[in-house]
């Protein structure tokens, strides 16, 4: 995909005063429609993830969904679905997606080699699927596909972000030497927020943590 179709107006305006246009276009090169073998891998070893929807008036709202392993399934080429359980009896995502099925999810991994996959499309829930009678719990079925006019899947590269690392260390799992260095690299660059950085990072320097 060319960065002309993957970004608006305001992405190319703030690229262009950071001179970041060069590395945009070639991050959109790897956005495609359809889940690879990794992806779907990835997606089904998934123990949670971010659901972003929007209500009819554009206002935005994000949840944490999580399951076992393989509660979220891919189901086809750009089709993934996950059910939803009985919750707190807010409906915040599935009544937000009756009114407007535009959808963001994000699958991030904190441990071992830190990567997040993006999903971008359209979805639609459904009582009487017939994957919600087969998942204990389930009250409905989310069936989230390709918009037509946006990528299903977006896969970012895999370098960690310092939230990553941050929950990664507070988690007490193995730090991962590469990503720390890059947070220390951000230390430098900006000063102000050394001493909060310095705090997440310290014991975790090149040994694992218990």
């Not at 963001?104 to 359209?122: D, E, K, S, Y």
């Not at 459904?126 to 009678?133: C, E, K, M």
């Not at 009250?139 to 946006?150: K, L």
């Amino acid at each position: 995909m060319t960065g002309d179709t993957f970004y608006h107006e305001g992405n190319r305006s703030l690229q262009d005063r950071f001179e970041s246009r060069r590395i945009a276009d070639r991050l959109a090169q790897i956005a495609r429609t359809a889940f690879s073998g990794d992806d779907k891998a990835f997606i089904e070893h998934a123990i949670y993830f971010f659901l972003a929807t929007v209500d009819a008036e554009g206002r935005p709202d994000c949840s944490f969904k999580g399951g076992p392993a393989g509660f979220v399934r891919v189901t086809g080429p750009s089709e993934l679905t996950f059910p939803d359980y009985d919750g707190n009896g807010m409906f915040r995502s599935l009544g937000n997606l009756a009114v407007n099925p535009e959808v963001g999810l994000l699958f991030i991994a904190m441990h071992g080699t830190p990567r997040r996959l993006r999903v971008n499309g359209t979805a639609r829930i459904d009582r009487d699927d017939l994957l919600t009678g087969r998942t204990v719990g389930a009250q409905m079925t989310v069936r989230s596909r390709r918009a037509s006019s946006s990528p299903t899947v977006r896969a970012t590269s895999r370098r960690c972000s310092k939230r990553a690392v941050a929950l990664h260390a507070q988690a007490g799992l193995r730090s991962d030497r590469t990503c720390l260095e890059g947070l220390r690299r951000l230390q430098g660059r900006h000063p102000s927020s050394s001493a909060g950085m310095e705090r997440l990072t310290e014991g975790h320097g090149d040994r694992p943590t218990p």
